[in-house]
């Protein structure tokens, strides 16, 4: 006789439902007959407007003045690509600064130090929900070691290569730019972080390092300004980023 019991009921759960609260993955979602439940493919269709919505959108009006509450040089600035069209179907143009929007005022760098770069990236609302936050972590830590910050530089339309333009143009000894991942289906406001020692434009993802998922319900905003801060530190120790400089930290391993 035919064991009826593995099929599917229509409606019914997977019997490894339960593991759905250790991760937001979507797993163990049932069936209804041979497709997902209703609820599951609404709640789908809504994380990919969600993502469509991150993609486009813009850097919040309060960025700015929020920023200057840390008291360092705030330079606005943009790429190459100006409008999101030209952002998403020219990648190049996100890399590249177009110096003439540089909006320096009396903000002039110094050179040297740190130059810290906030760019939309993929997920404005990434850099919109987070960026305060884990600055506020960062930047106390990073003075706490003695590490100078050049200037806080915003550029809209950034990819993560603009870093070498900018810092070049800073005259930084490092540039850190903190911009918003590519919107997935689970998460569409986490944050990636990249480090370049000796910024300059030629460089290619070798000669940086990535901490990636930063967000309430991934790497949180201690956790990864304690990462940055360290590899930072190394980085200026050995003179490297990239592919030289290693993550062997075991206190933030444990963490």
Same mark, same amino acid.
């Given at each position: 006789m035919e064991d009826h019991s593995l099929y599917k009921v229509p409606g019914e759960p997977d019997t490894w439902s339960p593991l759905r609260k250790f991760t937001p993955a979507r797993i163990a979602l049932g069936h209804t007959g041979g497709v997902l439940p209703l609820k599951e493919t609404l709640a789908l269709k809504l994380a990919h407007a969600h993502?469509? =919505?991150a993609i486009y959108a813009k850097l919040s009006d309060?960025?700015?003045d929020q920023l200057r509450g840390?008291?360092?040089p705030l330079i606005r600035s943009e790429s190459m690509a100006k409008n999101r069209e030209q952002y998403l179907l020219d990648p190049g143009l996100g890399r590249m600064l177009d110096q003439a929007t540089i909006d320096i005022s009396k903000n002039d760098p110094v050179p040297g130090g740190i130059v810290i770069i906030i760019s939309d990236g993929l997920s404005a609302k990434a850099v919109n929900n987070h960026i305060i936050p884990l600055l506020s972590e960062l930047i106390p830590?990073?003075?706490?070691?003695?590490l100078n910050i050049n200037s806080l530089v915003i550029v809209e339309h950034g990819r993560v290569a603009i870093a070498d333009d900018i810092? =070049?143009?800073?005259k930084a000894d490092l540039s850190l730019i903190l911009l918003g991942e590519r919107p997935g289906l689970t998460v569409a406001d986490s944050l990636g972080a990249y480090l370049t020692y000796k910024p300059k434009p030629g460089l290619t993802d070798e000669s940086r390092n990535c901490i990636s998922n930063i967000h309430p319900g991934g790497l949180s905003y201690s956790a990864a300004a304690d990462k940055i801060t360290y590899l930072i530190n190394e980085a200026f120790r050995i003179g490297q980023s990239g592919v030289a400089l290693k993550d062997t930290n075991v206190d933030l391993l444990t963490e």
């Amino acid at each position: 006789m035919e064991d009826h019991s593995l099929y599917k009921v229509p409606g019914e759960p997977d019997t490894w439902s339960p593991l759905r609260k250790f991760t937001p993955a979507r797993i163990a979602l049932g069936h209804t007959g041979g497709v997902l439940p209703l609820k599951e493919t609404l709640a789908l269709k809504l994380a990919h407007a969600h993502a469509r =919505d991150a993609i486009y959108a813009k850097l919040s009006d309060s960025l700015t003045d929020q920023l200057r509450g840390f008291n360092l040089p705030l330079i606005r600035s943009e790429s190459m690509a100006k409008n999101r069209e030209q952002y998403l179907l020219d990648p190049g143009l996100g890399r590249m600064l177009d110096q003439a929007t540089i909006d320096i005022s009396k903000n002039d760098p110094v050179p040297g130090g740190i130059v810290i770069i906030i760019s939309d990236g993929l997920s404005a609302k990434a850099v919109n929900n987070h960026i305060i936050p884990l600055l506020s972590e960062l930047i106390p830590k990073l003075q706490l070691a003695k590490l100078n910050i050049n200037s806080l530089v915003i550029v809209e339309h950034g990819r993560v290569a603009i870093a070498d333009d900018i810092g =070049d143009w800073s005259k930084a000894d490092l540039s850190l730019i903190l911009l918003g991942e590519r919107p997935g289906l689970t998460v569409a406001d986490s944050l990636g972080a990249y480090l370049t020692y000796k910024p300059k434009p030629g460089l290619t993802d070798e000669s940086r390092n990535c901490i990636s998922n930063i967000h309430p319900g991934g790497l949180s905003y201690s956790a990864a300004a304690d990462k940055i801060t360290y590899l930072i530190n190394e980085a200026f120790r050995i003179g490297q980023s990239g592919v030289a400089l290693k993550d062997t930290n075991v206190d933030l391993l444990t963490e």
